[in-house]
């Protein structure tokens, strides 16, 4: 357990006083991150290159969803698979830092946004009718959290291309449930156009359409007449992005039965609303946002980075730091990039990049797909218990932590852990600096 008194609401103190703690990236790590420093009385900077991965996502938090049986309590998995693969992140991270960054997130974005406790798991159709495990939730997807003898009817968008409601519905139907048992599934397909002449409509455009009270009342009156009793009805998830809790009670009300939404492929539109209430509730909170501006290297005194360098137009800029937190993810987002001479990079601050153990001799990709997972994605930074970057062992500096998919040994998209560990390795990092560089910072100035 983290030791750092964290405050609940934004700090009084002078901000000039505080220590500065520069945080790179903005999916949820780095936010998470950065509002964790902020309300434990930090001055925060928070430095990205663009809007971050979460709107990619599907607005649920995956804790661990495969090991690689299907889980079904992912706290208890957490601690029994940290045990057993000491490399892996959960190892140094550990299963109280997971519950406490579960429950400040919830804390942060509130019942309106995710639900569930991460103690069962909630299975959820995807966007080809798999069903997958996931921890927590958006209120608008716990509905599709299926049981045995459910009927579920799922209604496509002639003018949403990208979501195939007859495919859903065919492998929710044939699927056996997780818990046991089966489902039944049909598909229904209805008009509806965003915009007047709009054929091959995004996500986004459709819930922006939603979001007005007539338009999603002359869609669910569309479709009204096709659900039949008893049935649950499943949509596109693109009910709404600025009034999307009104939306689904609104949908709710007029079918007279539950409703849920399936994600559909990226960018989704749950993922946009959670990206964008961290977003705003991290500016709230007076976290400097610095957007569309990529941090390119570092001032090192002493073992100590000083400060970032942060590339702007016309001229780069130099930010003073007491601590930085390396966010930026892995490879998908360019923080990881391996160069054409088989050589592994971390970009942003050059910080060596640890590999698995005898990568050597088995090559970092190899041509099994459905085997073990590849040697590739199991690389990136190495971390203590405190989340500090260190490389066979040592700090690399003395001030630089790093939560997120930039610490190695973990293949989050199999496992299903991406934001548990997003979210344990954010308190983790957070709680030390506010221990460790917050103490100092103190000491220096009653001195």
């Known amino acids: 357990m983290s030791t750092a008194t964290v405050t609940t609401s934004s700090p009084t103190s002078d901000r000039f006083k505080a220590p500065h703690v520069v945080v790179v990236g903005s999916g949820l790590a780095g936010l998470i991150t950065a509002l964790r420093l902020r309300r434990g009385g930090a001055r925060v900077t928070l430095v990205t290159k663009g809007v971050g991965g979460l709107q990619l996502g599907q607005g649920t938090i995956d804790v661990l969803g495969y ?24 190892a140094k991270i550990g299963v109280e830092a997971v519950k406490e960054g579960i429950d400040f997130l919830r804390e942060v974005v509130g019942e309106s946004f995710l639900v569930g406790d991460a103690e069962s798991t909630i299975n959820l159709p995807t966007a080809v009718g798999a069903i997958r495990p996931t921890a927590l939730v958006p209120p608008s997807m716990i509905n599709g959290n299926l ?30 449930l997780p818990g046991g048992g089966h489902a039944s599934a049909r598909a229904v397909v209805v008009d509806f156009e965003p915009r007047k002449g709009e054929y091959d409509a995004t996500g986004l455009n459709m819930a922006r359409s939603l979001d007005n009270a007539r338009a999603r009342r002359v ?29 689904l009670a609104d949908f709710s009300k007029i079918l007279g ?24 509730t991290a500016k709230n909170e007076r976290v400097d946002y610095v957007l569309g501006s990529k941090v390119t290297g570092c001032k090192v005194v002493d073992g100590k980075v000083v400060s970032v360098h942060v590339g702007t137009a016309g001229a780069g800029k130099d930010i ?26 971390e970009t942003i601050l050059d910080l060596p990049v640890t590999m698995p153990e005898g990568v050597e001799e088995e090559g970092l990709v190899h041509g099994d797909y459905w085997g073990s997972p590849q040697p590739l994605f199991l690389c990136g930074v190495e971390v203590d218990e405190n989340m500090l ?29 991406g934001e548990g560990i997003a979210l344990g390795s954010a308190i983790k990092a957070a709680d030390a600096i506010l221990s460790s560089v917050g103490a100092a910072a103190a000491t220096k100035e009653r001195n």
């Open 147 to 176: 049981k045995d003898g459910d009927k579920v009817v799922v209604i496509g968008l002639a003018q949403y291309k990208d979501f195939h409601a007859g495919l859903i519905a065919q492998n929710i139907d044939r699927t056996e």
């Open 320 to 345: 003073k730091a007491d601590a930085v937190v390396l966010a930026g993810g892995g490879f998908e987002s360019g923080a990881l990039k391996l160069d054409s001479h088989g050589k592994l990079h």
């Open 389 to 417: 970057v260190t490389y066979q062992g040592k700090p690399v500096h003395s001030n630089v932590y790093a939560s997120g998919g930039v610490i190695a040994g973990a293949t989050r998209w199999q496992e299903k852990s």
């Open 67 to 90: 090991t690689p049986e299907r889980v079904e309590k992912p706290y208890e998995a957490v601690k029994k698979y940290a045990s057993e693969h000491p490399e892996h992140p959960y």
């Open 257 to 280: 039965a539950k409703v849920f939404e399936i994600a559909s492929l990226p960018p989704c539109v749950p993922g946009m609303r959670l990206n964008n209430k961290l977003v705003v």
């Open 219 to 247: 869609l669910a009156e569309g479709v009204k007449g096709f659900v039949n009793p008893g049935e649950i009805v499943a949509l596109p998830a693109v009910l709404g992005i600025d009034n999307h809790a009104e939306v």
